[in-house]
């Protein structure tokens, strides 16, 4: 028994030894969230998308306004599932109508939602649509609802370079 002991002891001396230190070069390269410029520079970006990663933080604001995600914040998951329920809702309530993100801003009891459209229906569907869409959501969410609006006459018009 004591010389299998004394043989793993040794084994273990071995590995313990023959273990080393891989290192590689750091590559620094950060391509998340960047744009792939085309030949001819025909991709069109906004000038939330014309941002790089680590300059969102100084020269735009959050898309989605709220403080249920700090500590001892009130109704974290719900608020992130009420948030892209509010998404989908207005994208399919309004389709292929936004040229640019929406915007949710939750301040204290009401929540507004912003975004920027495009004209190319008519004014009357528009307000039917825009107090549609905010009686549904306030009967659903419980809370006060408004949808904060501007058109475009093109979709053009919300370009602010080509790549």
């Not at 085309?38 to 898309?63: C, G, H, I």
């Not at 801003?105 to 649509?129: C, E, S, T, V």
Request: charged letters at 25%; aromatic letters at 10%; hydrophobic letters at 40%.
């Amino acid at each position: 028994m004591s010389l299998i002991l004394n043989h793993l002891s040794k084994a273990l001396q071995l590995k313990t030894l023959q273990r080393s230190i891989h290192v590689t070069a750091a590559v620094e390269k950060c391509r998340a969230g960047r744009y792939r410029p085309t030949m001819r520079r025909t991709r069109a970006l906004t000038y939330e998308m014309a941002q790089k990663p680590f300059q969102l933080v100084m020269r735009k604001s959050w898309n989605i306004w709220n403080t249920s995600n700090i500590k001892d914040g009130n109704r974290p998951a719900e608020t992130a599932v009420e948030d892209e329920f509010i998404r989908r809702f207005i994208g399919g309530t309004f389709h292929n109508i936004f040229v640019s993100e929406l915007i949710i801003k939750r301040q204290h009891n009401i929540i507004r939602i912003a975004g920027i459209i495009d004209r190319k229906i008519l004014p009357r569907k528009l307000y039917f649509l825009t107090g549609f869409s905010q009686e549904l959501l306030s009967y659903w969410l419980q809370c006060p609802v408004k949808l904060e609006l501007q058109s475009v006459p093109t979709k053009e018009d919300v370009v602010f370079k080509y790549i």
